[in-house]
């Protein structure tokens, strides 16, 4: 099992910056990917970026390149989404996922954080 909590949501405005956290607990080897996906009001889930944990490596969707940054905290097993420049289209409830580099879909989820911004 696998625990994944998130924080660090909230309301600001359009322009501003939020970091999300998501803390990582539980039966995890070194070799896994964690990723931020957001799910809108009458959207669909979609992903936003993911981090390989043991070598760093990124990937985002392209509406938040160049704005947002995923980083891992080795000793806090916390990954974070640095989100800059916010615009009210990012506006969603983001969740932290967890998947094992073997395997192709997501096998834990987070409870999700509201991210509102305003105009």
């Known amino acids: 099992q696998v625990q994944l909590v998130e924080s660090g949501g909230g309301l600001v405005h359009a322009g501003d910056s939020l970091r999300l956290s998501c803390a990582v607990s539980?039966?995890?080897?070194?070799?896994?990917?964690l990723g931020w996906f957001r799910q809108a009001p009458g959207k669909e889930r979609e992903f936003v970026s993911h981090?390989?944990?043991?070598?760093?490596?990124?990937n985002y969707t392209d509406s938040v390149k160049g704005r947002f940054a995923i980083s891992r905290d080795y000793a806090k097993n916390t990954v974070y989404l640095q989100m800059n420049n916010l615009k009210p289209e990012d506006t969603a409830v983001y969740f932290c996922?967890?998947?094992?580099?073997?395997?192709?879909?997501?096998?834990?989820w987070g409870q999700g954080t509201q991210v509102t911004v305003s105009s």
């Open positions: 981090i390989v944990w043991h070598s760093g490596a990124t």
């Open positions: 539980g039966r995890t080897s070194s070799y896994y990917i």
């Open positions: 996922a967890f998947r094992t580099l073997f395997q192709p879909d997501y096998l834990y």
